[in-house]
């Protein structure tokens, strides 16, 4: 267990980070770094089943929140969760054999193709048009969730950006009803990367615990904002997430080689 004060600002970035996600998907990319830097010698997999263990916390607080509020369609949500469960166990099981670095350069050229659709597209998300129905809805979402999840535990950063992009430009729900089915789904790549890690001893659980406690009353607050706040500062949002994620990603690719 690190000192008082690295536990203090461990906390205070799994906060901030989950408010972000609950808002619009991407708290890792304030949580994660923050325990690399403060473990910078710890075994990746520990630092890795350590962030999920504090994420999940927050997630299942803001998926609570938002069910209540905003009553997402479980009838597509939960069907998504559980196939991106059984692909974030896949990714987790294969993140030995296909280290992160390989996904970065695509990653990164898709976040900017997002980033500026989304930008030269300022109604998308703003209200609700399904492009399907039915069968091709469910069979779009599915195989949606699968690939994310199997990202999510394979490599991880913006799994939850990812899964609002998904709903809201290929599926067509507005950012809030994406926002909420992002955080059951992502509930979901928690879980099915913790059912690999918990098993190898991994998490730190103590530090995990402390971060997810935090990380529950970020993500309250956030799903209570967004909610609050509607789809179009969930949208800005999202676009300030993209963007840091653009550069982190851009800086590891290009600069940490």
Sequence with gaps: MPDLSTVLLLCLAAG??????????????????????????????????????????????????????????LRTALPMAAIALVGAVLGALCASVLPGRVFRPLVLVLLVAVA???????????????????????????????????????????????????????????????????????LGTNLGALLVFVPQGAPMWRLGLAMGACNVGGAWLGAHTAIRRGAGFVRVV????????????GYATFVER
């Design 238 to 249: 999202f676009l300030v997430v993209v963007a840091a994620l653009v550069l982190r990603l």
């Design 16 to 73: 901030f980070a989950g408010w972000v996600d609950a808002v619009s998907g991407g708290g890792g990319l304030i949580q994660l770094p923050a325990l690399l830097l403060a473990f910078p010698g710890a075994a990746p997999v520990a630092v890795l089943a350590t962030n999920k263990l504090a994420s999940i916390c927050g997630t299942s607080a803001s998926a609570a929140t938002y069910y209540r509020r905003v009553r997402p369609d």
């Design 116 to 186: 500026a659709y989304t930008v030269a597209r300022p109604t998308m998300g703003a209200v609700q048009e399904l492009r399907w129905g039915g069968r091709r809805h469910h069979l779009a979402a599915g195989l949606g969730g699968f690939a994310l999840g199997f990202y999510d535990g394979i490599f991880g950063p913006g799994t939850g950006s990812f899964l609002v992009i998904l709903l809201v430009g290929l599926l067509g729900y507005s950012f809030l009803q994406a926002s909420a089915k992002a955080r059951i789904v992502n």
